[in-house]
């Protein structure tokens, strides 16, 4: 098991920023891939960015459609750290962000893919009134 801790949750506004952070405590993969998801109330949970790194490698990032061009997912390994940076929010990114993570990246078509995270972390909510 690798404990995940998502933070930077919150409230804003319609056209407001927050960054989120994911700290994986003791995850030493050296090839590991990490992504985060996102689940409104009634809908399923959708990943909506990916990236990963190791053995000198920086695997392209991968983004949802629905976030492409306002989120930015990034690492800083020696803090073993991820995060995602989002901008111009709307109302309809309201919901409970959840970052997961998977020892080697998941085939391209697939890094945005659920079923392929192994490790989860428990969740922030993040609610954008308009």
């Known amino acids: 098991q690798v404990p995940l801790v998502e933070s930077g949750g919150g409230s804003v506004q319609a056209g407001g920023s927050l960054r989120l952070s994911c700290t994986a405590s003791?995850?030493?993969?050296?090839?590991?891939?990490m992504g985060w998801f996102r689940q409104a109330p009634g809908k399923e949970r959708e990943g909506i960015a990916a990236?990963?790194?190791?053995?000198?490698?920086?695997?392209?990032?991968a983004y949802a459609d629905s976030v492409k061009g306002r989120f930015t997912i990034s690492n800083d390994n020696a803090k073993n750290t991820m995060y995602l940076e989002m901008n111009s929010l709307k109302p309809e990114d309201t919901a409970i962000y959840y970052c997961a993570a998977t020892d080697g990246p998941p085939p391209v078509w697939d890094r945005l893919a659920r079923s392929r995270y192994a490790y989860w972390g428990q969740g922030t909510q993040v609610t954008v009134s308009s």
């Open positions: 003791g995850y030493r993969s050296s090839r590991r891939y």
């Open positions: 990236i990963g790194s190791g053995l000198g490698v920086t695997y392209y990032a």
